[in-house]
């Protein structure tokens, strides 16, 4: 099974800062990763597939990159709404698994 | 857009069957792989298995002897079955589109097991 480790657990910013989340793979996933958003209440919203992709409907301020077993994404300048819990999962092999997620909190 | 609902019951005893439908309206069932995802309260994310619209199916290893999905394409629905059910099982399940990347999910259903 391969282990997703994502980092930092918390991350305390600004609105208007930049966010940078970290996932890590145990193994090479290759590209196969992808990244949701979820807010409190809610089910998960896919951001980023595929490690660069941006789903339908995904304003331009995400963005995701990496390849093999280390990844990124990046929310280029934080509006208030996207402070919730990101979560990345891989689709290289099954099962497939999540991260433990990253809380982006309001600093 | 598609969009999915899930429904059965929200209390489970333990030992006793946990089972699930989803419902699928706005789209086919067809030409997709469909998963059920499952998050216990203030937890992370755990995947517990696929299936194809043709009935293929793929669970995790961890869940593979007590799980069953199956689709029913005539009803544009999907199931879950969990077998001998214990408090850890106690989670909110969520269906969804896609056996990889999951594009589209149910609004979860909270399912708590006790007596």
């Known amino acids: 099974e391969i282990v997703l480790t994502q980092s930092p657990a918390t991350l305390s910013l600004s609105p208007g800062e930049r966010a940078t989340l970290s996932c890590r793979a145990s193994?090479?996933?290759?590209?196969?990763l992808a990244w949701y958003q979820q807010k409190p209440g809610q089910a998960p919203r896919l951001l980023i597939y595929d490690a660069s992709n941006r789903a339908t409907g995904i304003p331009a301020r995400f963005s995701g990159s990496g390849s093999g077993t280390d990844f990124t994404l990046t929310i280029s300048s934080l509006e208030p709404e996207d402070f919730a819990v990101y979560y990345c999962?891989?689709?290289?092999?099954?099962?497939?698994?999540f991260g433990q997620g990253t809380k982006l909190e309001i600093k | 857009q598609v969009q999915l609902q899930e429904s059965g019951p929200g209390l489970v005893k333990p030992s006793e069957t946990l089972s699930l439908t989803c419902t699928v309206s706005?789209?086919?069932?067809?030409?997709?792989?469909w998963s059920w995802v499952r998050q216990p309260p203030g937890k992370g994310l755990e995947w517990i298995g696929y299936i194809y619209y043709s009935g293929s199916t793929n669970y995790n290893p961890s869940l593979k002897s007590r799980v069953t999905i199956s689709v029913d394409t005539s009803k544009n629905q999907f199931s879950l079955k969990l077998i001998s059910v214990t408090a850890a099982d106690t989670a909110v399940y969520y269906c969804?589109?896609?056996?990889?990347?999951?594009?589209?999910w149910g609004q979860g259903t909270l399912v708590t097991v006790s007596s």
């Open positions: 193994q090479s996933v290759s590209s196969y």
């Open positions: 999962q891989h689709r290289s092999n099954s099962p497939r698994t």
């Open positions: 706005g789209g086919s069932i067809s030409n997709y792989y």
């Open positions: 969804t589109r896609g056996g990889g990347t999951l594009d589209s």
